[in-house]
């Protein structure tokens, strides 16, 4: 079965520090996997994905991700945070269904908050 | 383009009532998904359609919880009788076919249970 850890549940930081948010997955194939953030109210915003190729995956808003198979990670980089980041993320990995389609499975997510 | 709707945005029920919602997907997008987010946790698929036919059903629990996709665009997730712990948003997502890595999320529809 496919998991999602993100051992984070909350973290505080600067705005202008940089910052890495953990993600650990557990897939029994090459996973897709994906970063979403999403607002208080919001719906989930897609960050940045990976399905094949280059293990650095640039999104949105100067974010990146690496993938690293020998570590089961895909943890999320912000190079400067700005006080408009401040929400929570998370990590998914997904997978396809027998049936068809695909399955994502999240993490539990991981609070930023960014004091000024 | 027009992203997903979902309504209500928020309910309040007491428990044993029944409640539904509603989810308008991208148009051409032929899968769509319900999720359930408790607090604190991550989402939670807990049915997934392609076109009108049920792909995935396996963490609905069938007991309570139905979910209806007729013509293959809208949908409804229906609650009857709801339990306190069904508390959560309850997000509306749909993708192209077979390509749930490009789903898209509606806001979301907030229950509480009293």
């Known amino acids: 079965a496919q998991s999602v850890t993100q051992p984070d549940i909350h973290i505080t930081v600067s705005e202008g520090a940089s910052l890495e948010l953990r993600c650990n997955y557990s897939?029994?194939?090459?996973?897709?996997l994906f970063w979403y953030v999403q607002s208080p109210g919001q719906g989930l915003q897609l960050l940045l994905k990976?399905?094949?190729?280059?293990?650095l995956v640039q999104g949105i808003k100067g974010f990146e991700a690496e993938f690293k198979r020998s570590q089961s990670s895909f943890n999320l980089r912000i190079p400067s945070v700005h006080w408009s980041d401040a929400a929570e993320y998370f990590c998914?990995?997904?997978?396809?269904?027998?049936?068809?389609?695909?399955?994502?499975?999240f993490g539990t997510g991981t609070q930023l908050k960014v004091e000024l | 383009e027009a992203g997903v709707a979902q309504s209500p945005r928020y309910k309040i029920i007491e428990k044993r009532q029944s409640v539904a919602f509603w989810c308008n997907p991208i148009?051409?997008?032929?899968?769509l998904y319900w999720y359930q987010q408790i607090l604190g946790q991550g989402p939670k698929l807990l049915i997934q359609?392609?076109?009108?036919?049920?792909?995935?059903d396996s963490q609905l629990p069938k007991d309570r919880f139905s979910a209806e996709r007729l013509k293959g665009v809208d949908s409804t997730l229906k609650i009857q009788p709801a339990k306190l712990e069904d508390s959560a948003v309850y997000l509306c997502a749909s993708s192209p076919l077979d390509r749930g890595e490009l789903a898209f999320f509606g806001q979301g529809t907030r229950l509480t249970v009293v």
């Open positions: 897939y029994g194939a090459t996973p897709y």
């Open positions: 990976y399905f094949s190729g280059d293990t």
């Open positions: 148009s051409g997008h032929a899968t």
């Open positions: 359609f392609q076109n009108n036919g049920v792909v995935d």
């Open positions: 998914a990995v997904g997978g396809m269904l027998t049936g068809g389609g695909n399955k994502l499975t």
